[in-house]
Each structure stands twice: as structure tokens, then as C-alpha cells.
């Protein structure tokens, strides 16, 4: 058979297109947006910027990281109830630079199974979008379900695993992390400065730097074991960094 031929421009046109093509998809709301009267990401990084960056510069030189920096990690504690922030410069030295209270957020220890459970989810995550138009201030959207979530969901025949989890303002939460409006300013204006190509999310049940899991009064499926391991060792990473959690961070 025949090999067919690609002329190498093509290929390097497809792979342009395949880099460039999120943010051309970005560009496209944002210009949607603009139509429909709507506020962009650009403009709330006008109205709330320069704000935002008087509260979090202080943090990140106090953690000898520059500001913004070259990669976010945003760690999601449920029995803690709290938000860490840990970031990096150029060094790739992940640093702590502090902690956010969750204000509000509905189920219990476990993974999100299905639609409707009103649980947060557990796992790694990415940083989806930024909605500057949310009914709760400001959002950041998570992947959830992600490709392990929908695997596994294939595996247990559960054929409505749920999404649209967010990060976001307000006090009241119904399987996203409510943080408070002046929170959801920060994590906004942080992520879209920042890049939301350059954030990971870990979303765990318990510290696991700091305890195990308690003991339930209700079952958990048999793949958290193995799903937990995997939230252990990331937050291990953690341990690492030259500053360390602490309650003055909130």
C-alpha cells in the first residue's frame, strides 16, 4: 500500500493550530462576552487587579516568590475546611503562601459519585475557565470529572457522575467551595494573571501530610484506596517547600 504524503506544512499548521487552539476558544468567549454586554476576564482584571495585588504581593515576598508566578497550586482541604495556595517562580520551588477559609461546602468525606450527592470531589484536578459573570461573584471552574472520574464511573456503570464544580464567592455552596466574594477576587485575578494552564488542583478529604482517614459510619468504594494514595503522594510534594502552613496564613 501506498504511504500517503503529508506535506511537512501541513503538519506544522495542524500542530500551531493544536497549541494555539484553547486560547483561540478563549478568545471567542470573551468576544461573545463583549456582545452580549457582559463582563470579560480582562475587564474584571481591570476592576478588581490592581486591588487584588495589594492583598497578595505581601505573601508571595514574604515567600520569596515573584509575583505572578510561574505555577499555582491550589489545595482544597474538606474536613479542614481551608484553601492553600502554594506557588513557584522560576526556580521551580514550590512555596507555601497561604491559606483561604472554605466558607461553605455541602456533603461529607468521599469521593463525588453522581449527580445530585451534593459532594465535592476528590482528586487532581485542573483549572478549567474563569466565569467573571458567576451568580457567585466571581468562579474558577474545575475539570470535574476529569478522565480518571469518567473511567472509573464507566467501571462502577454509573452513567451520571455530575460537573459544573466551581471555586467560587458567596457563603453558600452546593458541591463547590464557597470562599467569600473578596476570596473569589484573589483566586480569580491569581488564576487569570497566573495562567490557568499553569494551576493544579488538589481536592482531598483530609490532610494527609498531617492525619489519615478517619473512620466512617458509612462505606466508601473500593477504589478510594487507591485514589487516596494518589492525593497522598501529591500533598507529600507539598512537604517539601520552605515555608509550611500555619494558622497565621489565613
Same mark, same amino acid.
Not at 522560576?90 to 520551588?93: E, G, N
Not at 520552605?242 to 494558622?247: C, F, G, Q
Given at each position: 500500500m501506498k504511504k500517503? $504524503? =503529508?506535506?511537512? =506544512? =501541513?503538519?506544522?499548521? /495542524?500542530a500551531m493550530a493544536f497549541v494555539f487552539r484553547t486560547h483561540l476558544q478563549r478568545s471567542i468567549v470573551e468576544a461573545i462576552q463583549v456582545i452580549q454586554g457582559k463582563k470579560t476576564v480582562s475587564e474584571r482584571l481591570v476592576e478588581y487587579g490592581q486591588t487584588v495585588r495589594e492583598r497578595l504581593v505581601p505573601y508571595f515576598e514574604g515567600a520569596e516568590v515573584s509575583y505572578p508566578p510561574e505555577r499555582i497550586v491550589f489545595v482544597g482541604l474538606k474536613q479542614e475546611?481551608?484553601?492553600e495556595v502554594w506557588a513557584c517562580g !522560576?526556580?521551580?520551588?514550590l512555596r507555601f503562601i497561604?491559606? $483561604?477559609p472554605i466558607l461553605a461546602a455541602s456533603g461529607r468525606l468521599g469521593p463525588k459519585l453522581e449527580e445530585g450527592d451534593g459532594q465535592v470531589p476528590e482528586g487532581i484536578y485542573r483549572i478549567e475557565s474563569l466565569n467573571p459573570n458567576s451568580a457567585f461573584h466571581l468562579s474558577l471552574r474545575i475539570?470535574?470529572?476529569?478522565e480518571s472520574d469518567l473511567a472509573q464511573a464507566r467501571r462502577d456503570e454509573r452513567t451520571n457522575p455530575g460537573g459544573d464544580i466551581m471555586i467560587h464567592g458567596s457563603r453558600a455552596s452546593i458541591g463547590c467551595l464557597a470562599m467569600g466574594n473578596e476570596a473569589a477576587e484573589d483566586l480569580f485575578i491569581l488564576a487569570a494573571e497566573t495562567g490557568i494552564d499553569n494551576i493544579s488542583v488538589i481536592l482531598s478529604p483530609v490532610d494527609f501530610r498531617k492525619t489519615e482517614m478517619p473512620e466512617l459510619t458509612y462505606p466508601l468504594p473500593r477504589w478510594t484506596d /487507591?485514589?487516596? @494514595?494518589q492525593i !497522598?503522594? @501529591?500533598l507529600m510534594k507539598l512537604t517539601d517547600g !520552605?515555608? !509550611?502552613?500555619?494558622?497565621s496564613g489565613i
Open positions: 500517503l $504524503y =503529508i506535506p511537512p =506544512i =501541513i503538519v506544522g499548521v /495542524a475546611n481551608v484553601l !522560576r526556580d521551580k520551588q497561604r491559606t $483561604y475539570n470535574y470529572p476529569n /487507591a485514589l487516596y @494514595e !497522598r503522594k @501529591e !520552605r515555608l !509550611r502552613p500555619s494558622k
